[in-house]
């Protein structure tokens, strides 16, 4: 899968993001835009509601692609997969009870 703007992620697509405080930190910084690896973004799925990055975004991005929708259950196993040591977050991937943007 190739990169893509912030304007075409999928899930939830974020800018400046996974840079600075976010849980993955898996995108890069272009020279105008924030670029996100799609492999590596979980959607923040574990971690909170909603996409951390969109709340760091001066402008709206991050949306939802209609065309590339991931489920919960796709994007938690991703943020386990890119978390294999955290602890907690299996823990509570397995308790069925973790942030999603899929339970607000
Ligand atoms: S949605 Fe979450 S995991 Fe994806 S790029 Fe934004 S902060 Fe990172």
Redesign the pocket.
Known sequence: MSERSTAQTS????PR??GNG??????RRGDEIYI?DPNL????VG??DA????TVCPVEC?LPDPENEESEEVLISRTLKLHPDNTELRQKAQANDFPSRFRN
């Not at 973004?41 to 923040?44: L, Y």
């Open positions: 899930g939830t697509a974020p993001g996974c976010t849980p993955t930190r898996r995108s996100i973004c979980s959607d923040c971690f909170y996409a951390a990055c969109q991050c």
